[in-house]
């Protein structure tokens, strides 16, 4: 089967980018991910017409504590064998370069588009990548197995959980000097920024966790500022003006009859003493969010050991779409 190597610079004009269009119709095009960057980049392997790949080699990639190779920009045709003649070619390539594991889809890292979705259910949402539900099978065949699960879910009632609490935490935080308010976005750049410091010391442990230059931080939240509305994106701050919580949430611009916000990032100091301000940041949203005329929350792209699916619950949370990230051992 005639597989093309393609460099980055070979990706704009070799018939890579049209694959998509091959695939989906019109009107999921857009929530497909086409564009290929630098930013870990090793090869590129293409068979025109029916199906392609990118090989990210991340430096700081580890998978149970061995170098891996990420898997990105999968799109193929129902096919069995050009699924394999893809995967094995990007394989042997990640093998030659001494990683133990491929990991997929990932678009080079976590702050990337990755994991594929279970089902297709409901429409999909505002942010979340779409994609052929037959991927999951075709890797599963390819000798890929899960290693990990994540999980959207609903909260419709949009009822306050432990609101006899808010009072005592407000005053404690009041008492630390924590200051809530909604992200500046006369200052948007120089915000994102503080963001982009906190979440590389907050994120640190995370699964499959890679750092980011603050460059390209800032250059991932640049295009979503025309629709942030900042009373949905809280941050709270120490008395030194110091990141100690973030609260991430953008409307669904994808649902045009229901009302729709998405909770996107949800994270703190893990300071004991902190404990208690997302709780309180999450029930300011739902007040807020109830106001502005929103029927239904959506909490995103849970990783399904995280803390934040328990909050979801208290939330009155409904899984409604499941996802895996896959990976194969390299011998």
Request: proline share 4%; charged share 20%.
């Amino acid at each position: 089967m005639g597989i093309k190597i393609l460099d980055i610079t070979q990706i704009a004009s070799s018939g890579f980018e049209e694959i998509p269009s091959k695939l989906y119709s019109k009107e999921f095009l857009s929530m497909v991910p086409n564009k290929v960057t630098a930013d870990n980049f090793e090869t590129a392997f293409f068979i025109p017409d029916k199906g392609r790949l990118v090989l990210y080699n991340n430096p700081n990639l580890y998978f149970n504590g061995e170098k891996a190779m990420a898997i990105g920009h999968f799109e193929c045709v129902n096919e069995q064998e050009t699924t394999n003649a893809l995967l094995l070619t990007a394989e042997n390539k990640a093998k030659q370069l001494g990683a133990k594991w491929i990991i997929g889809p990932m678009n080079g890292s976590t702050w990337d588009s990755y994991r594929f979705s279970l089902s297709h259910q409901s429409p999909n949402f505002f942010l979340e990548p779409y994609h052929h539900l037959y991927y999951n099978q075709l890797w599963l065949q390819a000798g890929f197995e899960t290693i990990s699960t994540y999980s959207s879910s609903v909260d419709r009632q949009m009822s306050l959980f432990n609101p006899e609490k808010l009072v005592s935490n407000q005053k404690r935080m009041d008492e630390m000097g924590i200051v809530i308010r909604p992200i500046d976005l006369e200052n948007y750049e120089m915000e994102i920024a503080k963001v982009h410091s906190f979440c590389e010391a907050v994120f640190n442990n995370n699964f499959l966790y890679t750092p980011i230059s603050e460059r390209e931080f800032v250059k991932k939240y640049i295009p979503i500022k025309g629709l942030i509305d900042p009373e949905y994106v809280l941050t709270a701050e120490d008395a030194y003006k110091n990141l100690v919580a973030i609260f991430f949430a953008v409307a669904d611009i994808y649902n045009k009859t229901l009302p729709t916000l998405i909770i996107k990032t949800i994270a703190r100091n893990p300071r004991r003493d902190f404990a208690g301000i997302t709780h309180l940041m999450c029930n300011i949203i739902i007040q807020k969010a109830k106001i502005g005329g929103y029927k239904q929350i959506i909490h995103a792209f849970m990783h399904d050991n995280n803390k934040s699916t328990g909050m979801s619950e208290k939330f009155s949370g409904e899984v409604f779409r499941q996802y895996a990230l896959y990976g194969k051992q390299i011998h």
